[in-house]
């Protein structure tokens, strides 16, 4: 399959690319989608919730009310989960959410995302450019040209692009993130992907391992 190569102005620049059908016209599988980024997401928390239970409660001992006599209930203590500032019943512990996810299901997913992206025509390929300078107006400027002004991209770049990194931190909805890092959340997470044009032949060596 081949796409062609557009520069920073939106342009066409005569050049293309092709791309691996076992990466990009695979049929995706939303099971393995949904796993990765379930994954993703668990591996974000901190796990680190924690609520008092009984025995961590520090309140008087005292028998609130006489235990005969009363026609109710035998209260012994302030540290019941009945009372108000009692302990809490079965509250969160910290604990780790992480859970083991196979290499192979981690690769389909991302498979199956780029696959999709491309059959919904929701994929370009740019030529490499860089920046001069942090400046989020020539990154505005390029979104512009290519007429993407308003919608989520995630630009996946080849390492060392710095600048590009600091002019796109500040835009809405936009994220420039390096070949290395990108990941099945990112790329589902977003309406439009952007491959830098050195980026796909080393997304094809990872992914064909």
Same mark, same amino acid.
């Given at each position: 399959?081949?796409?062609?190569? /557009? $520069? +920073?102005?939106? &342009?066409?620049?005569?050049?293309?690319?092709? !791309? *691996?059908?076992?990466?990009?016209?695979?049929?995706?599988?939303?099971?393995?989608?949904?796993?990765?980024?379930?994954?993703?997401?668990?591996?974000?928390?901190?796990?680190?919730?924690?609520?008092?239970?009984?025995?961590?409660?520090?309140?008087?001992?005292?028998?609130?009310?006489?235990?005969?006599?009363?026609?109710?209930?035998?209260?012994?203590?302030?540290?019941?989960?009945?009372?108000?500032?009692?302990?809490?019943?079965?509250?969160?512990?910290?604990?780790?959410?992480?859970?083991? /996810? $196979? +290499?192979?299901? &981690?690769?389909?997913?991302?498979?199956?995302? !780029? *696959?999709?992206?491309?059959?919904?025509?929701?994929?370009?390929?740019?030529?490499?450019?860089?920046?001069?300078?942090?400046?989020?107006?020539?990154?505005?400027?390029?979104?512009?040209?290519?007429?993407?002004?308003?919608?989520?991209?995630?630009?996946?770049?080849?390492?060392?692009?710095?600048?590009?990194?600091?002019?796109?931190?500040?835009?809405?909805?936009?994220?420039?993130?390096?070949?290395?890092?990108?990941?099945?959340?990112?790329?589902?997470?977003?309406?439009?992907?952007?491959?830098?044009?050195?980026?796909?032949?080393?997304?094809?060596?990872?992914?064909?391992?």
């Amino acid at each position: 399959m081949k796409i062609k190569v /557009l $520069n +920073k102005e939106g &342009k066409e620049t005569g050049k293309s690319v092709d !791309l *691996s059908d076992e990466i990009f016209a695979i049929e995706p599988n939303q099971h393995v989608v949904w796993l990765d980024v379930k994954h993703y997401l668990a591996n974000q928390r901190q796990g680190t919730h924690k609520s008092k239970e009984r025995a961590e409660i520090s309140r008087s001992t005292k028998k609130l009310v006489r235990q005969k006599g009363s026609g109710g209930a035998r209260h012994g203590s302030a540290k019941s989960p009945t009372y108000v500032g009692g302990g809490t019943v079965f509250g969160p512990r910290p604990r780790d959410y992480d859970f083991k /996810l $196979n +290499k192979k299901i &981690k690769v389909l997913a991302r498979k199956s995302v !780029l *696959s999709a992206r491309v059959a919904e025509n929701n994929l370009m390929v740019i030529e490499d450019f860089s920046i001069d300078s942090p400046k989020t107006k020539s990154y505005i400027e390029f979104l512009n040209a290519l007429s993407l002004t308003g919608k989520k991209t995630l630009f996946v770049v080849n390492g060392g692009e710095n600048n590009l990194y600091l002019s796109a931190r500040n835009i809405p909805r936009t994220k420039v993130v390096d070949k290395d890092s990108v990941n099945t959340y990112e790329l589902i997470n977003t309406d439009v992907i952007l491959l830098a044009e050195s980026t796909v032949s080393h997304l094809e060596s990872i992914l064909n391992d």
